[in-house]
């Protein structure tokens, strides 16, 4: 008889991924269906599939999904959790989705204080219509709309979603964290965990941004996409909690 | 003359900067994605500017402003986007300001597909912002025709004040046709008398708006931008009309369909069935007249879209019913065949329509 | 040829039907595997996938995305492109899409390139706007080589104008320089 050292969650469906090589979505997918799957809150979920590469999404995570439109995540989110408070709610939402065409719906969902999870994949760039400048591209970095690298002159500086959104008192849990190490990969798990148990025990909004890469639209490996993230997105947008009201109560 | 081959929403914006287009705000999304991505590499080098704004509402309004200053000034985007951007062109039609937006139609509704598909036609000719307002539509069928109109678009929108669309659907955005740029021309307009550029102490202020809270004082505005569409129509209908003579049945058909159904015409004409085609060019003033001088041998109309059946309403206006007006369609990014066109006008001429 | 044949240019150059008739040339002439890899992350419409059918009949494994259909935006690769690197009696084709933001996609797997088995052909066609005469071309093939990080070994001059091209538009006068 031997013994089972891992299984995959059954948050996930059995649907192979369309994600490329190095992408990080599919660690993200499995740590947010394997958080719900260990609350034991898998069938009382709802989420919230983006525009984006995850647009898709609504055919893995094993649980009712709503498919958005463009940016309105949280809006819809606030609606599913004001019909049906009993249940579990989360939005999964790309740097395009979130800080672009959706910064009004997340700023004001968290101000609300929705008890809801957002779980927000910063890579930096727009995947899935191929590769254009995201608000959360750096300075200097090439995108299909930004030929010459972006330049602050002409295109403003790039947004910290997370440290922007802790000012709101609404937002109880705040965390940057990032999947480029086997240790990141299990502190973003904890940041995820901790952000649905915000929502689970009623206290409000709750967001975990992910600094994720893109092999393909950055023109790396997978490695280089890992190391690049390190050397140049994690000083610009540092990994850590910036805000957890309730920390104390732990 | 001197021909590129170039893909359609290239030539669109190459075509837009020529005609002095200085500014351009958009937002990534499929099929026209070449659009801002030329507009980024090419503004800068004529001191032009390129913004890629947070949302296609934010782009239109970035419109409303520079257009307002009397700037030559472009968006564009494809069906969802355009729906975003509806309450926009309600306030560009409602402030006067002139602009060019591009609408490259794909499936719907609401996020459908990236197929080309003409189910927009509502959205752009009714339009689905609020009040009483009318937007010239114009539908190339080709990219040379979507050079040539790009340049006609922005002097019709300078001459009358007004948001002017062009609709196109994927297909003619993405292919790539043989085409020159030697032919055209743009006239100079004199913005003096209501653009925002500043009093310097010299002029009463030039407000750009378009609250009228007096209901006499809106419903004269209203009226005034009536009469610049009645205008439009008389001056700057267009269509075109191919094998009319002798025909029994005339298609009518825009965009990409409108060469899919020439090609129908060629084999349906093997089968002895003599079929003609109105291209309606302007969407929006529809060309009625059109219809009202038909040959004799016509007895009926047959509108055929890639939707599933929009401008067969405006064919049923415009035909005040002296014919029976049939429709075939198809949706959701499938482009229909001239095979399937010919079965289907058989299929009519059989049961004697 | 080497084993790894990229096939690359601007859009519009003619590269993917070059690619494809190339793939079918191989098949016929040579008992190994042929592998047509479509990199054309740029075009949403018009791609090497869309035939995937056809090269079946042929014989011809197409790669691209995993992604069933291919009537999506998303410029997701199929992680089997990795397998034209490591199978050693595969003879592939790569399609790379059009301008610079194709040719990035190919870059994520420069860590497999190996010099002796792979070459780069630049198709062009000189009646698009960017490639009209020889120094806008090699220009336009060193921005290439700078993005995929290989250096181009042959130009196939594909000049044509779609369906209107005549014998007379194969000669262009300003090519001669």
């Known amino acids: 008889m031997s013994t089972v050292v891992f299984k995959k969650t059954e948050g996930l469906t059995d649907k192979t991924t369309h994600y490329c090589p190095g992408c990080t979505h599919g660690i993200i997918h499995r740590l947010v269906a394997e958080s719900l799957e260990e609350l034991g809150v898998l069938g009382d979920t709802i989420g919230v599939a983006p525009v984006g590469c995850a647009v898709l999404a609504y055919k893995y995570f094993k649980c009712d999904m709503h498919q958005a439109a463009h940016g309105r995540a949280p809006a819809v989110a606030t609606g599913i959790k004001r019909a049906r408070p009993e249940n579990v709610v989360f939005t999964y939402q790309g740097d395009g989705d979130l800080a672009s065409i959706g910064a009004a719906e997340i700023v004001h969902a968290a101000a609300r204080g929705e008890k809801i999870t957002t779980i927000f994949i910063n890579n930096a760039i727009y995947g899935m219509t191929g590769g254009q400048m995201a608000p959360t591209t750096l300075i200097g970095q090439k995108a299909a709309t930004a030929p010459l690298g972006r330049d602050p002159k002409l295109a403003g500086y790039p947004i910290k979603v997370s440290e922007m959104l802790a000012t709101l008192e609404g937002a109880k849990f705040v965390e940057r964290v990032s999947v480029d190490t086997p240790i990141n990969v299990r502190k973003a798990k904890k940041a995820i965990k901790r952000a649905f148990e915000i929502q689970l025990s009623g206290e409000g909004f709750g967001i975990v941004e992910v600094l994720s890469t893109c092999p393909t639209n950055w023109g790396m490996s997978a490695i280089e996409a890992l190391e690049w993230l390190r050397k140049n997105m994690m000083p610009k947008y540092p990994l850590g909690n910036l805000r957890d009201d309730n920390k104390g109560d732990n | 003359m001197n021909k590129v081959l170039m893909k359609g929403n290239e030539a669109i914006a190459l075509a837009a900067i020529k005609a002095g287009c200085k500014c351009f705000f958009g937002y990534p999304i499929t099929p026209q994605n070449e659009i801002p991505a030329f507009m980024s590499e090419e503004l800068p080098k004529i001191n032009g500017s390129f913004v890629q704004a947070e949302s296609e509402v934010a782009a239109i309004n970035m419109v409303y402003g520079a257009g307002g200053c009397g700037v030559r000034v472009m968006t564009s985007s494809s069906s969802p986007g355009i729906a975003l951007k509806q309450e926009g062109i309600s306030y560009l039609a409602g402030a006067e300001i002139p602009c060019f937006i591009v609408s490259v139609g794909r499936g719907g509704p609401g996020l459908g597909g990236i197929q080309p598909a003409q189910s927009d036609y509502f959205q752009a000719t009714r339009g689905g912002g609020n009040g009483d307002y009318k937007v010239p539509v114009v539908a190339p069928n080709s990219i040379q025709e979507a050079i040539d109109w790009t340049y006609k678009a922005f002097d019709m929108a300078d001459e009358y004040r007004t948001p002017v669309m062009m609709l196109i659907d994927g297909l003619i955005g993405q292919m790539m046709e043989p085409v020159s740029f030697e032919n055209q021309s743009c006239k100079e307009f004199d913005r003096s008398g209501w653009a925002t550029t500043g009093t310097k102490g010299k002029r009463d202020p030039h407000i750009i708006n378009s609250l009228y809270l007096e209901p006499r004082d809106l419903e004269i505005h209203c009226l005034k931008l009536q009469a610049k569409f009645d205008l439009i129509r008389q001056k700057e209908v267009a269509w075109e009309e191919h094998n009319l003579e002798g025909a029994e049945i005339v298609a009518v058909a825009y965009g990409i369909t409108s060469r899919i159904v020439k090609n129908s015409i060629e084999k349906l004409k093997e089968k002895g069935i003599k079929m003609g085609l109105i291209r309606p060019i302007t969407l929006n003033p529809f060309p009625v007249e059109a219809f009202s001088n038909l040959p004799r041998s016509v007895k009926s109309l047959i509108s055929i879209e890639m939707s599933l059946g929009q401008m067969v309403e405006d064919v049923k206006l415009a035909s005040c019913g002296k014919y029976p007006v049939d429709f075939f369609g198809r949706t959701g990014g499938v482009i229909p065949t001239p095979e399937e066109i010919v079965n289907y006008i058989e299929k009519l001429v059989k049961e004697g329509k | ?177």
């Open chain 3, 1 to 177: 040829m080497k084993r790894i044949q990229i096939i690359t240019g601007h859009f519009g150059s003619g590269k993917t039907e070059f690619a494809v008739n190339f793939a079918k040339y191989l098949k016929k002439n040579s008992d190994e595997g042929i592998c047509l890899v479509d990199l054309d992350l740029v075009n949403p419409y018009f791609r090497s996938r869309e035939k995937t059918e056809v090269y079946k009949n042929l014989g011809i494994e197409i790669v691209s995305s995993d992604l069933e259909g291919e009537a999506a935006d998303i410029p997701s690769i199929s992680a089997r492109i990795q397998k034209i690197f490591d199978t050693k009696n595969l003879k592939s084709i790569i399609d790379l899409g059009g301008d610079s933001m194709g040719a990035t996609a190919l870059r994520r797997f420069r860590e497999s390139f190996i010099e002796s088995e792979i070459e780069v052909w630049f198709v062009m066609n000189a009646n698009r706007p960017n490639t009209q005469c020889v120094e806008t071309i090699l220009d336009y093939v060193k921005k290439l080589e700078t993005a995929i990080e290989l250096k181009v070994s042959g130009i196939i001059n594909a000049t044509h104008m779609l369906k209107y091209t005549t014998s007379e538009r194969f000669n262009v006068p300003r090519f001669s320089n």
